[in-house]
């Protein structure tokens, strides 16, 4: 059982300040020496979010997984098309670095698991036949709650040049399984124990690039508001896009998406389907129509888009 979960993804950027700017409105903790920002979800002790500044433009470095057996994987990696590396300059060289076959870079640390979350009061809903919630309103004023608070980095979705590799790649070299898919288009991997229904997810482009980081919430109502907050917070720093409130089918999670500076997206999540065996589990073949939602507004034009292998539009942050 190799990979266990993700840890965190690390950008090139042009500037530091308008990212710092984007993930701390969004809930996230900062800590920037000048050349590099680390942001992490609150309470936690690690990073979920690193920017390295001075770059031309948006890039990713690598992402990081929690992993073990990393003597295994680097037995397997070159079998699966990729390739063990040295460290990248001013990086620790604990852990594994690995390419995979599209010269993606991935960090693999036998790093202890997080603390447990705290169990969260149940959403409940009422509904015909089955009334839970009695004698008290489900809501409290708006003014009662306090901004949205990211519990917990859940999942990276990446592009690649060839779904069907990446995922292979995935699951022959570092023990992943396929949880579900779309065609030839976009693809979800999961942890093969005790697993959220994706941790690391590939959208077919041109080239390799970042997506989107996905972070867990309390709940949908944290999501919706939390969303909502974040587009009003970010509106003239960010690229002004967002999706949201909506529903996948993929991974039934409620989801809102915020487009960052540089164009690629935050996600505010809550109820994903969990994977609790993955041997037990049989991946799905969905239509493209339910590759991205099964409900929610209309997508954005860019959604998919990845700026950084077509960077069709300069972004406020560059």
Known sequence: MPVLSALSVTLEVPELEPGLKFYTDAG???????????LRCPGQERDSIVLIGGAERKRLHHIALRADRLEEIAERVPAAGGKV???????????????????????????????????????????????????????????????????????????????AKSVAFMTEALGMGLADRAQDVIAFCCARKDSDHHVVAFAKSPAVGFHHASFQVGDPDEVGRGGRALVEKTREAAMNGDWGFGRHTIGSNFFHYIQDPWGSWFEYFSDMDHIDDYSLWTPTNYDMSDSLANWGPAVPEDFVHNYEADPI??????
């Open 28 to 38: 996230l903790e900062a800590a920037s020496d000048g050349s590099a920002a680390r």
């Open 85 to 163: 590396v040295a460290p990248p300059e001013g990086f620790s060289d604990n852990g594994l670095w690995v390419e995979d076959p599209h010269g993606m870079l991935i960090h693999l640390q036998d790093h202890p698991a997080d603390p447990e979350l705290a169990e969260a009061p149940a959403f409940e809903v009422n509904g015909p036949g089955r009334v839970v919630r009695k004698r008290r309103s489900a809501m409290l004023p708006s003014a009662a709650y306090q901004p949205a608070r990211p519990l917990r980095l859940g999942h990276i979705l990446v592009f690649s040049p060839d779904v």
């Open 313 to 318: 539009r300069e972004t406020r942050a560059a």
